[in-house]
T-cell receptor
Framework: DAGITQSPRHKVTETGTPVTLRCHQT?????MYWYRQDPGHGLRLIHY???????DKGEVSDGYSVSRSKTEDFLLTLESATSSQTSVYFC??????????????????FGPGTRLTVL | AQKITQTQPGMFVQEKEAVTLDCTYD???????LFWYKQPSSGEMIFLIY??????QNATEGRYSLNFQKARKSANLVISASQLGDSAMYFC????????????FGRGTSLIVHP
């Protein structure tokens, strides 16, 4: 199993409060991703990182920010949580990402998920 | 438009029987990869199988095989000899070489295996 942990695993917070989720990997993979999973929507990409301090937005990035100061850690921050951000959040890692644009074989491995409830 | 379509929200199968989970995709890239993941009730996402667009043979991993029909743009997952532990959500995903190269996921199919 890929060494990916997420913390916290469960969190309940109130609207308007800041929340930070942490993803930690021991695989030394360059690429890291944050997804959210909601019923009927599958997995949707929030942000991703292609190296230390290199990040970019995904399809549902509004209201979220990320930071990556070390290879092993990728933080997702909700600056002011809203009820619409109640979801299960998954971190994923991959080794090759898009170093070589024609290489589509890169496989993502996922963390255990964080269940966030915003009241 | 959805790039990955999983039309079966829920499937039921008898233990020890085979089951096929459908996945169709939409891309204009000649090079792409197709992935299947399993999500049991415990929540983790487990990588199952991968198929490349140029692979001549269908991918197989133990009881999992991928029925890849390129012309029809379908990449169905076949689970042989179903087990109770196969009950889970199953997600199909595609990575293209155009755009951001980050996989796009379907909405998933729930599989329940009956004893």
């Amino acid at each position: 199993d890929a060494g990916i942990t997420q913390s916290p695993r469960h969190k309940v917070t109130e609207t308007g409060t800041p929340v930070t989720l942490r993803c930690h990997q021991t695989e030394n993979h360059r690429y890291m991703y944050w997804y959210r999973q909601d019923p009927g929507h599958g997995l949707r990409l929030i942000h991703y990182s292609y190296g230390v301090k290199d990040t970019d937005k995904g399809e549902v990035s509004d209201g979220y920010s990320v930071s990556r100061s070390k290879t092993e850690d990728f933080l997702l921050t909700l600056e002011s949580a809203t009820s619409s951000q109640t979801s299960v959040y998954f971190c994923a890692i991959s080794e090759k990402g898009f170093i070589v644009p024609s290489d589509y074989t890169d496989t993502q491995y996922f963390g255990p998920g964080t269940r966030l409830t915003v009241l | 438009a959805q790039k990955i379509t999983q039309t079966q929200p829920g499937m039921f199968v008898q233990e020890k029987e085979a089951v096929t989970l459908d996945c169709t995709y939409d891309t204009s890239d000649p090079s792409y990869g197709l992935f299947w993941y399993k999500q049991p009730s415990s929540g983790e996402m487990i990588f199952l199988i991968y198929q490349g667009s140029y692979d001549q043979q269908n991918a197989t991993e133990g009881r999992y095989s991928l029925n890849f029909q390129k012309a029809r743009k379908s990449a169905n997952l076949v689970i042989s000899a179903s087990q109770l532990g196969d009950s889970a959500m199953y997600f199909c995903a595609m990575r293209e070489t155009g755009g951001s190269y980050i996989p796009t996921f379907g909405r998933g199919t729930s599989l329940i295996v009956h004893p």
